[in-house]
C-alpha cells in the first residue's frame, strides 16, 4: 500500500470514470448488468424464477463484481488507500446494493417512481442505527470517491441533443424554471437561517433534475454527506404524492396533453416519478413531459460548473481574509471531476455518433447508477437518523417545501403560456 496520495480524490475520479466510459465504447469490456426483473417488475416467484435467479444471471452478477471491486481496489491503490480494507468491506457493500436495486425493482416500488438510491441509503441507515456499523466496515467506505465516479460517467448520458426534441419552446421553459427556482430556493432557504451549503444542495434538487442535481452539487461544493442524503430523502418522498395528485389536478382544470406534460415534467423532481406521473396522464402528456425533463437534465452540467465557480470562490475569498482569491486558489479548490462530467458531456453530445451515444450511453447509464448505490449505501452507515430528523430544527424542510411549491405554480403558469398559447405543434 503507498503511504502517501499519489493522486487526489477528484483526479482518481475522472480518470476512472473516463477509462470505463472509454472501455464501454471501444470494446466489449462491459457485460451485461444483472437483471432485477422485468420492465415493469417483479410481483411473484415465476417471474423472479425465470428472470432473476438464473445461471446467466448469476455469471452477470459475478462479472458486474468483479468489474467494479477492480476499478474501486485502482481508485483506492491510486489515492494511495488502504487497500486490505476495501477489499473486505467492498463484497458487503456491493450485496446490499445489489438488494436495494433488488427492493427497487418489484411492480409496486416501480409504481410509486420510487428510485434504487433511496433504498440504497434505507439500507445503510437501518445498519448505522439499529445494527452499528463495524469499523472494519467503516475502514472501507468510500462514498465521495463513488459519488465522483458516478458523476464523471453521467455526463456521457446528458446529450445536448437531446435538448433539441423540445425545440426552443421547451429549452425557454427549462432556462426560465432552473434560473428562476434555484433563485428563489436558495433565497428563501437563507430568509430560513438554513446554512449555505445545504441550501445549495435544495435550491438545486428542487430546481434542475432532483437526485442528480442534489449529488453533483454536493459534490461540486464538497458538501456534508448527511446533508446530501437528507436533501434526497425529501426530494423522493414529496415527489410521491406530486406524481399522484397532479396529473388528477391538471384533468380537472382541464389543462391540454401538451400543457400537462410540460407542468409534470418541469415541476417534478424524478425521472421515475416524472415517467409515472406522465403515463398517469396519457400517450401526449407522457411524451411531452419526458422531453421538458430531459431539457432541464441537460443543463445539469452548465449549472454543476457554473455552481463550482461560484462555491470555491466564495470559498477562496472567506479564506483570504476577504481579499480576491488568485487564480492558483481557485483552481486548487475547485472541483476537478466536474470538468470530466463536461468532457464526458462534449464529446458524447458532439464527437460520438448518435447511435453509439445512445446504444453505450444505456449501459454506461446502468453502471453509473450502481456507483451511486454504492455511494449511497455507504453514506447511510455513516449516518444517524437524529442527524436527519432533528437537521436545523426542520427548517430546511420548511424551505423545500415553500420552494416545491412556487415551483409547482410557476412552472404551470410558464407551461400555460408557451405550451397553451404560444406553442403550434
Do not use: H
Not at 428472470?51 to 491510486?78: C, E, K, P, Q
Not at 442524503?229 to 395528485?245: E, G, K, Q
Not at 453530445?349 to 444505456?362: L, Q, R
Request: with cysteine.
Amino acid at each position: 500500500m503507498l503511504k502517501n496520495k499519489t493522486l487526489t480524490e477528484d483526479w482518481t475520479a475522472v480518470i476512472i470514470g473516463l477509462v470505463l466510459i472509454l472501455l464501454n465504447v471501444a470494446t466489449t469490456f462491459f457485460s451485461e448488468m444483472p437483471k432485477f426483473g422485468p420492465k415493469e417488475g417483479w410481483s411473484g416467484w415465476t417471474v423472479l424464477s425465470t428472470d432473476v435467479f438464473t445461471t446467466g444471471n448469476s455469471i452477470r452478477l459475478l462479472m458486474t463484481f468483479l468489474y467494479f471491486l477492480l476499478f474501486a481496489g485502482i481508485g483506492a491503490w491510486l489515492m494511495g488507500k488502504n487497500i486490505k480494507a476495501l477489499l473486505i468491506a467492498f463484497p458487503i457493500i456491493f450485496i446490499l446494493s445489489m438488494g436495494a436495486q433488488f427492493i427497487a425493482a418489484s411492480g409496486s416500488m416501480k409504481n410509486l417512481g420510487l428510485e434504487t438510491v433511496l433504498f440504497s441509503l434505507l439500507i445503510g441507515l437501518f445498519i448505522s442505527n439499529v445494527l452499528k456499523t463495524p469499523k472494519w466496515l467503516k475502514e472501507g467506505i468510500q462514498s465521495e470517491f463513488y459519488i465522483k465516479v458516478g458523476l464523471v460517467m453521467l455526463g456521457s448520458t446528458i446529450l445536448f441533443s437531446e435538448i433539441m426534441k423540445a425545440g426552443v419552446y421547451g429549452l425557454i421553459q427549462a432556462i426560465i424554471i432552473v434560473v428562476s427556482v434555484w433563485y428563489f430556493a436558495y433565497w428563501i432557504a437563507k430568509k430560513l437561517k438554513v446554512d449555505e451549503e445545504l441550501g445549495i444542495i435544495l435550491a438545486s434538487a428542487v430546481s434542475i433534475c432532483g437526485v442528480s442535481a442534489a449529488i453533483a452539487t454536493a459534490g461540486a461544493i464538497k458538501g456534508d454527506s448527511k446533508k446530501l442524503s437528507y436533501v434526497i430523502s425529501l426530494v423522493l418522498i414529496v415527489a410521491i404524492p406530486m406524481m399522484i395528485f397532479m396529473p388528477l389536478l391538471a384533468k380537472w382544470m382541464g389543462l391540454t396533453d401538451e400543457v400537462t406534460g410540460a407542468w409534470l415534467g418541469g415541476s417534478i423532481d424524478t425521472t421515475g416519478a416524472v415517467v409515472a406521473s406522465g403515463t398517469i396522464a396519457g400517450e401526449t402528456a407522457l411524451k411531452f413531459s419526458t422531453i421538458i425533463k430531459f431539457s432541464q437534465n441537460v443543463l445539469l452540467g452548465v449549472a454543476a460548473f457554473l455552481i463550482s465557480i461560484f462555491w470555491t470562490y466564495r470559498q477562496a475569498s472567506k479564506n483570504e481574509n476577504d481579499e480576491k482569491p488568485s487564480m492558483r486558489v481557485i483552481w486548487e479548490r475547485f472541483p476537478k471531476f466536474v470538468l470530466g462530467f463536461i468532457f464526458a458531456s462534449i464529446v458524447f453530445s458532439f464527437f460520438i455518433s448518435p447511435e453509439t451515444a445512445v446504444s453505450s450511453g444505456k449501459t454506461i447509464k446502468s453502471y453509473q447508477s450502481l456507483w451511486f448505490n454504492l455511494a449511497f449505501i455507504c453514506i447511510g452507515m455513516e449516518t444517524r437518523f437524529k442527524d436527519l430528523i432533528s437537521m436545523q430544527r426542520g427548517r430546511p424542510l420548511y424551505a423545500f417545501l415553500i420552494a416545491q411549491v412556487f415551483n409547482i405554480i410557476l412552472t404551470l403558469i410558464v407551461a400555460y403560456i408557451i405550451f397553451g398559447m404560444l406553442w403550434s405543434g
